[in-house]
Structures are given as C-alpha cells and as structure tokens.
C-alpha cells in the first residue's frame, strides 16, 4: 500500500523558517519524482517544488532563493526547507510521487503552513 506521510508544517511569523518532510513506502522511492505541492483556501494547487531521480531540481518562481528541495532515498524521505517564509505563503502542502511527468501519481494527506504578518 502506497502511503505518503507529510510533517512539520505548523504556525511561524514572517521571515521564519520550517522544514517539510514527506516519508514515502510502498513504492519504489528513487525511481519516483518527488513533487511539493500547495492550495491556499481560494486558490488552484500550484506546483512549488520537484526533485528529479537523479537530483536535479525544479522551483516556482515565487520560491527560488527561499525555499530548497532534497531527497535522501536511504530514508525514503523528501524534504523541503522554507526559508524567508511569507504571509502568502500560507497553504496546505502537499507531497506528491510519480514515475514520471504527466501521470497522476500518489499523493499525502497535506500538512498546514501558516505564516502571520
């Protein structure tokens, strides 16, 4: 059974900082794309961040120079470090794995980041 199990979301001020964690099983880890995803009430999902099989890495604009992904396939795990957080920030993040672009893939429950101003 697939499971994608997000964590460390929580309440933080402006400029602050939080680390995402994203553990992965039942799947084959580092033959997946790893992807952070997040919807802010109001709003369509939008990508923030994916991290290749080999570790080349993608960033939405709104995110580059803040924000950093990494994987450490011994652990099955995705991280995401969110620094400089802003109030528009604040979103339900989601954890995402897929075999490739283009396919739906498997996806975790969603950790809550809010940042107050």
């Known amino acids: 059974q697939v499971q994608l199990v997000e964590s460390g979301g929580g309440l933080v001020q402006a400029g602050g900082s939080l680390r995402l964690s994203c553990a992965a099983s039942g799947i084959d880890f580092s033959a997946n794309i790893m992807t952070w995803y997040r919807q802010a009430p109001g709003k369509q999902r939008e990508l923030v961040a994916s991290?290749?099989?080999?570790?080349?890495?993608n960033y939405a604009d709104s995110v580059k120079g803040r924000f950093t992904i990494s994987r450490d396939n011994t652990r099955n795990t995705v991280y995401l470090q969110m620094n400089s957080l802003k109030p528009e920030d604040t979103a339900v993040y989601y954890c995402?794995?897929?075999?490739?672009?283009?396919?739906?893939?498997?996806w975790g429950q969603g950790t809550q980041v809010t940042v107050s101003s």
């Open positions: 991290i290749m099989w080999g570790g080349s890495t």
């Open positions: 995402n794995a897929r075999l490739r672009v283009g396919v739906i893939g498997s």
